[in-house]
């Protein structure tokens, strides 16, 4: 059985990272490589970056961060999103060190550009962001730039091109960065069954983590401000999780 | 410097501060700053009800036999030391082993302070002196790199605690507030951060740990900072350590603290020549002088600054009287620049030089005559400027007018004693 995967995300506002709650208020915490290095150290499965202030500003993707973030020499997979805006963009993003792209913006604004990126780049390397949240029983998919809603079922999913994502990433964006958040239902309530999911918004505890990623599609979470607490934050989900088939916790030694 | 720099800077509308702190600073719709928003926490959270998680999560590490310390609490002669080992020791009833490094620039009234805690409170301490051969060697550095002279202190004050509960088994480190939370709201106090080794490196080592000052073009070697190297993850995690902040679970409000300890405890302040705030500073020659230009000319403003968004939070000034406050002491004098060249052993021009290399701004520099010139054209008042003296008296900060520094003053750099002058020790 394919382990499942601990995603430390860190979510970048003005090159600052930042801890954020509910797409609407921010913290700064400071140098995000530093956070980013940190998170390499303590054996996050997956890094994914997050710049989320780019596309709105329509300035592309933070080129300037990626490459220091190469310099750093991570060990661990890196997804990058944030500004992504054509083939010729992501294609940049993989070649300064990034294993696979976060798109977004993208999946309103133009779906065969998807289509055109993951011929480039394999369908492996794309995961679609969808920020998700229930009312009355329904999924609504929001688009953060214009802070629009659109309702989810069968049939606008099927107009979706998930043939060319590898994986969803299923953000509950109105209970992202508070803890115990996380509204268990949306991948459950979901209507893609394809993709496998990885859940983000207020995965704090860890009950949780054992709850949702015993859901069959689900192959990860996403944290963000819950790592920024407490000391090997990482290796302390992992040891405390023993139900579910993770990679086991690395404390480095010098 | 943040990566966020590249952003032009946005003012807080409730304090002074903008999203150039170096800490990093983020501003919501309503114009006002992080810094400010946590602090409003300050008046809604249940204290009482903090005080009592904070009480529940100390009563596992009080250690039955009594024959170890429960934790470890770092101090220095000023700062919240007196306050933290209150709490600590008569407020909790634990037994903690003081830690302190000893940086070399102590002022006699540093150094009496210290030994007054140690007495009043009848702790056992431990002093780290590091061979000041290196201790120079890491300054040359850091001020050449970094335009810093205060690397080896943060670094030095936030290592050795860390190592010393590695050393005696005591895995709970009692810290006091946490800087990135008192000034820019870096996290709720409802989330009970605790220290860690990104955090140490992002922000009070600005980005460097002791092996990144090593080079091949320096004669700086691995004799010289292996001391403060913080201990690796499964060190830290064999032992358990955890360092906790007591500004999570105790309304942290410094001025008023200081108070308390100077009627309980006879904890005393000085006048500084940088800022009104007469409590903080008063161990140290460099920390309210050289670095404090430093900071000045590398980040645009000076401690003054962050002592008036503290007061203004707290509802003891107004943002207009803030802003005279720092208009009145950013131009003071800097003072004890013959001391600090004599200690590091270079000369006035050579600091001028390697100090003006490090300015980011335009508003201080400093001429080769030993003149430390600085511009206040830049900053614009929110409205008239205020008499200052009216507003210190308003404040009221003590001062113990025997224990101010005076041009002659010499460092103690060596820690265990104090000053065979005229002054007494309480």
Redesign the interface.
Same mark, same amino acid.
């Given at each position: 059985m394919l382990k499942k995967r601990l995603i430390g995300v860190v979510t970048v506002?003005?090159?600052?990272?930042?801890?954020s709650f509910g797409y609407s208020?921010?913290? =700064?915490?400071?140098? =995000?490589?530093?956070?980013i290095?940190?998170l390499d150290?303590?054996g996050a499965d997956e890094i994914l970056v997050q710049c989320i202030d780019r596309s709105v500003q329509k300035l592309g993707p933070d080129f300037s961060?990626l490459k220091r973030v190469g310099d750093l020499g991570l060990s661990t997979p890196l997804i990058y999103g944030g500004g992504i805006r054509h083939t010729d963009d992501a294609v940049k993003v993989i070649s300064l060190g990034a294993d696979r792209i976060l798109i977004d913006s993208i999946l309103w604004d133009s779906q065969p550009m998807i289509e055109a990126i993951s011929r480039e780049l394999g369908v492996q390397a794309v995961i679609a962001n969808m920020p998700v949240h229930i009312k009355l029983g329904q999924i609504y998919w929001r688009n953060y730039r214009s802070s629009e809603e659109v309702l989810l079922n069968i049939n606008t999913a099927q107009q979706l091109p998930i043939e060319w994502i590898s994986e969803i990433l299923l953000t509950d964006w109105r209970h992202e960065g508070f803890s115990k958040g996380f509204d268990r239902r949306i991948p459950l309530v979901f209507p893609i069954i394809k993709n496998p999911f990885i859940l983000f918004g207020g995965l704090s505890e860890y009950d949780q983590y054992t709850d949702v990623l015993s859901i069959p599609n689900v192959v990860g979470v996403g944290i963000g401000?819950f790592l920024?607490?407490?000391?090997?934050a990482i290796?302390n989900i992992k040891d405390k999780i023993t139900a579910i088939s993770l990679r086991t916790a690395h404390?480095?030694?010098? | 410097m943040?990566?966020?720099?590249?952003?032009p800077p946005i003012k807080c509308r409730r304090c002074l501060y903008t999203?150039d702190h170096p800490?990093?600073?983020?501003i919501?719709e309503e114009g006002v700053c992080?810094g400010c928003r946590?602090h409003e926490e300050k008046d809604s959270l249940d204290w009482g009800k903090r005080w009592e998680l904070l009480k529940e999560l100390v009563a596992p590490y009080k250690v039955l036999s009594g024959r170890t310390y429960d934790c470890i609490v770092p101090v220095s002669g000023a700062n919240d030391s007196y306050y933290v080992v209150h709490i600590v020791k008569k407020c909790l009833g634990l037994n903690p082993l003081l830690v302190t490094y000893n940086k070399y620039f102590n002022t006699p009234l540093g150094v009496r302070n210290l030994a007054n805690l140690r007495i009043k409170f009848d702790c056992d301490i431990l002093y780290q002196n590091i061979n000041p051969v290196s201790v120079k060697k890491i300054t040359r550095t850091t001020l050449r790199e970094l335009g810093n002279i205060y690397w080896h202190c943060l670094a030095g004050q936030t290592a050795f605690p860390v190592q010393t509960s590695v050393r005696y088994k005591i895995p709970l480190i009692i810290w006091g507030a946490h800087q990135?939370i008192e000034q820019?709201?870096?996290?709720?106090h409802e989330?009970?951060?605790?220290?860690?080794?990104?955090?140490r490196?992002?922000?009070d080592l600005i980005?460097l740990e002791a092996d990144d000052l090593l080079s091949i073009f320096d004669t700086l070697n691995e004799d010289d900072i292996w001391q403060y190297?913080y201990p690796?993850?499964?060190?830290?995690?064999m032992v358990e350590?955890?360092?906790i902040y007591l500004g999570n679970y105790v309304r942290w409000d410094p001025k008023m603290q200081h108070e308390k300890m100077m009627k309980l405890y006879n904890y005393l302040g000085a006048n500084l020549d940088r800022t009104f705030d007469s409590y903080d500073y008063v161990d140290c020659f460099n920390y309210m002088g050289i670095h404090d230009y430093t900071k000045l000319i590398k980040h645009g403003y000076s401690k003054v600054t962050d002592h008036a968004c503290r007061e203004i939070r707290h509802g003891r000034i107004s943002r207009e009287e803030g802003f005279s406050l720092v208009n009145h002491f950013e131009s003071k004098p800097v003072p004890f620049i013959d001391q600090f060249c004599q200690w590091l052993e270079i000369s006035p021009r050579s600091l001028a030089f390697i100090l003006n290399q490090h300015g980011a701004n335009n508003r201080a520099s400093v001429g080769y005559d030993g003149n430390y010139e600085y511009s206040q054209q830049k900053r614009r008042a929110p409205t008239k400027l205020l008499d200052p003296s009216e507003i210190l008296s308003k404040l009221a900060f003590e001062s113990a007018t025997s224990w101010e520094l005076k041009a002659g003053d010499q460092y103690i750099t060596f820690g265990k004693g104090w000053s065979k002058n005229d002054r007494t020790l309480c």
């Open positions: 506002r003005q090159g600052l990272a930042v801890q208020r921010y913290l =700064p915490l400071g140098s =995000p490589e530093l956070v290095e940190n150290r303590w961060l401000n920024s607490y407490k000391e090997h290796q404390y480095t030694a010098e | 943040n990566s966020s720099s590249k952003f999203t800490l990093g600073l983020t919501d992080s946590i990135g820019v709201g870096m996290f709720s989330h009970a951060v605790e220290m860690s080794r990104r955090y490196k992002n922000h980005g190297r690796d993850d499964a060190t830290l995690k350590v955890r360092g």
